[in-house]
C-alpha cells in the first residue's frame, strides 16, 4: 500500500564545513573549533558542534543548555556534580542544564549543545553550589 508523504521544503538552509575552516578559539574547557555556532544563526540549526580539545575545564554550568559529550580521542574524567566518571574513547556524556560539569584529562571531544550556548548562559560555581574539581 502506497502513502502519501509530505515533500520537505526545497531551498532548506545546509551547511557542509571542513574542521580547517571553522574557527578555533581559547574556551573555559581548552581550545574549540567551532564546526557550527553563533555565526551560523541564520541557518536556523537545531543545536552548535564544536571540536574540542580538553585540557582541564573550569568547572561550570548553563541554566537553559544541555551538552551531550562525545570522547572522540584521549581519556579522563568527566566530574559532574562533584562526582567523577572515568572516559574514553567511544564515551558519552549527556548534561542537562543546571549541572556543574568540568573535566580532567586530556581527550578531543565533540560537544553538541542544545540550544547553542549563549555568553549569558555560562556559570562558574559559588562557594555554595557543588563543584567540579579543575583540571
Same mark, same amino acid.
Given at each position: 500500500?502506497?502513502?502519501?508523504?509530505?515533500?520537505?521544503?526545497?531551498?532548506?538552509?545546509?551547511?557542509?564545513?571542513?574542521?580547517?575552516?571553522?574557527?578555533?578559539?581559547?574556551?573555559?574547557?581548552?581550545?574549540?573549533?567551532? !564546526?557550527? +555556532?553563533? #555565526?551560523?544563526?541564520?541557518?536556523?540549526?537545531?543545536?552548535? &558542534?564544536?571540536?574540542? @580539545?580538553?585540557?582541564?575545564?573550569?568547572?561550570?554550568?548553563? !541554566?537553559? +543548555?544541555? #551538552?551531550?559529550?562525545?570522547?572522540?580521542?584521549?581519556?579522563? &574524567?568527566?566530574?559532574? @556534580?562533584?562526582?567523577?566518571?572515568?572516559?574514553?574513547?567511544?564515551?558519552?556524556?549527556?548534561?542537562?542544564?543546571?549541572?556543574?560539569?568540568?573535566?580532567?584529562?586530556?581527550?578531543?571531544?565533540?560537544?553538541?549543545?542544545?540550544?547553542?550556548?549563549?555568553?549569558?548562559?555560562?556559570?562558574?560555581?559559588?562557594?555554595?553550589?557543588?563543584?567540579?574539581?579543575?583540571?
Amino acid at each position: 500500500m502506497k502513502t502519501n508523504h509530505p515533500k520537505p521544503a526545497p531551498g532548506r538552509p545546509t551547511l557542509v564545513r571542513h574542521e580547517a575552516e571553522a574557527p578555533r578559539e581559547r574556551s573555559a574547557c581548552g581550545w574549540r573549533c567551532r !564546526l557550527i +555556532s553563533r #555565526e551560523d544563526a541564520a541557518l536556523g540549526p537545531a543545536a552548535w &558542534a564544536h571540536a574540542v @580539545d580538553i585540557d582541564g575545564a573550569k568547572p561550570h554550568y548553563h !541554566l537553559r +543548555s544541555t #551538552e551531550i559529550y562525545y570522547v572522540l580521542e584521549g581519556s579522563g &574524567a568527566v566530574v559532574l @556534580d562533584g562526582v567523577e566518571h572515568q572516559v574514553t574513547q567511544g564515551s558519552l556524556v549527556h548534561i542537562p542544564p543546571g549541572v556543574v560539569h568540568g573535566a580532567r584529562g586530556r581527550m578531543r571531544v565533540l560537544v553538541i549543545g542544545i540550544p547553542d550556548i549563549a555568553e549569558d548562559d555560562y556559570f562558574e560555581p559559588t562557594a555554595s553550589e557543588p563543584s567540579a574539581p579543575a583540571g
